[in-house]
């Protein structure tokens, strides 16, 4: 009988793909993209098969990537295809992590997508009142597959609904009696994407042809100058040049048209507008990505962070880092009302900055001890007395020099420099990864906890 380990070593230790077994050749090429997988199904008809095999590839392909994420067998109630599958989810996975709405929004604007069992979930996200770290997630977005393998979003404005994976997948959701609103969501790049209600819906489940377009992607980005502007009909603008060619279009037709038919056309014409426009339950709402949401050994307070504000409730921070090593450090709440406040403005509530990343490390000089311990630490009022000591098991084990805005940050401090803008303060980073900072000026720290973590949001109330 003929060794094989002779044929390998006469070959010179290679061997030719297609002596592979095929359990080893779908193994391979799951580690592909789709483009390359097209590609290689290109080089012999026998390949061709093979590239289509749902059940062992393309579900290899999906489990690889997002198994440890979802339950990849339930979506769509285990009818769709697995190609399908990875098509749909490779273009809703930019989606996770944090988003901020634009415009002047009415409800806390802070968006959170998590994965679920079988769908997609947008959160509201606000700070706890209880007087702890806590955070509060209101579901309001859902998106899925039906088992036909249409995509179903669908949002709940008042955020009060329950929602099984059961109804989900169902494809039999009972929108009237849950207040739900049938959403077209439109991803503009990878940092913008626009909710608008699907005005189809009503017709597609009575019988109606289904939209295709629940989910587009438009290449290339869109400025923050569209966020906020006041929607006509779904994915057009007032002012667009489409709608006012064929407003001007419909004038000219309604005053060349003999007798006086034209002006009842225009007047059926404005009625069904009205009534179209009374018919919508939703106006358009842009979000933006907020990118960089979480720290790295590079840039270890990059990220959102949850803390005492001044009137001492729980807000959220924002500290970027920018293209030249420089730290900023944002107030991204209203703490008086609870309400984040992101239309446009967080560059409008800053808290510290530096241009010096540079950390102190490990022996401090005496007078940074004695002006760390000499310091009160503010935490939400339900969290134990706990104060990190420079030495011992929790630790500071960096110090960051930053400058600070007295004017928005404590605003009793204004009269008391001379030059608050370049006031001094401290950084003082943990041992546990977090940190606290604080102002020369008055005594005390405002410790900082991370709003999220590993992909998942942390002390969910």
Known sequence: MEDPKLNIEELNGSMPFSDFPEDVQLCILSFLTPPEISSFACTSKRFVSLCKNDAKLWFSMCDRRWGAKTQIKKWGSGKITYRNLYQTLSRWENLIGFWR??????????????????????????????????????????????????????????????????????????????????????????????????????????????????????????????????????????????????????????????????????????????????????????????????????????????????????????????????????????????????????????????????????????????LYNSRIHLRPNAVADHIHQLTGIEVVSRILCINLSYDLAIPYMVRTTTNPVHAQGRVWQYGDGTFGFGFLQDSFIRDLKQVAKNGCLLDIM
């Open 101 to 370: 709405q634009g415009g002047q929004a009415t409800s806390p604007p802070l968006i959170f997508f998590e994965w679920g069992p079988s769908f997609l979930t947008g959160s509201r996200v606000s700070p706890a009142k209880d007087g702890s770290y806590g955070v509060v997630k209101a579901p309001f977005l859902w998106m899925s597959l039906s088992p036909e393998g249409q995509v179903v979003n669908f949002l709940d404005p008042e955020g009060r609904a329950e929602i099984s994976a059961a109804e989900l997948n169902s494809g039999r959701l009972n929108f009237s009696d849950k207040d739900l609103v049938p959403v077209n969501l439109s991803l503009m790049g990878k940092t913008h994407f626009v909710v608008e209600e699907d005005m189809s819906f009503a017709a597609n489940r009575n019988g109606g042809r289904p939209s295709s377009s629940a989910v587009s992607i438009i290449e290339g980005g869109i400025g923050e100058d569209l966020i906020g502007y006041e929607s006509g009909s779904p994915g057009t603008s007032p002012n667009s040049p489409d709608r006012m060619m064929s407003e001007i279009y419909q004038y000219f037709a309604n005053r060349t048209s003999p007798g006086s038919g034209g002006d009842r056309a225009s007047r059926r014409q404005r009625r069904r507008e009205k009534e179209k426009q009374l018919r919508r339950k939703l106006e358009s709402q842009h979000f933006v990505k907020i990118v960089d949401c979480s720290p790295t050994p590079a840039r270890p307070l990059q990220g959102l962070w949850k803390g005492i504000y001044d009137d001492m409730n729980l807000g959220f921070y924002l500290v970027a880092y920018d293209d030249i090593g420089g730290i900023s450090c944002q107030k991204v709440c209203d703490s008086s009302g609870h309400i984040c406040s992101f239309t446009r403005v967080i560059s409008k509530h800053p808290v510290f900055w530096t241009r010096d990343p540079t950390f102190s490390e490990s022996p401090f000089l005496p007078e940074e001890e004695s």
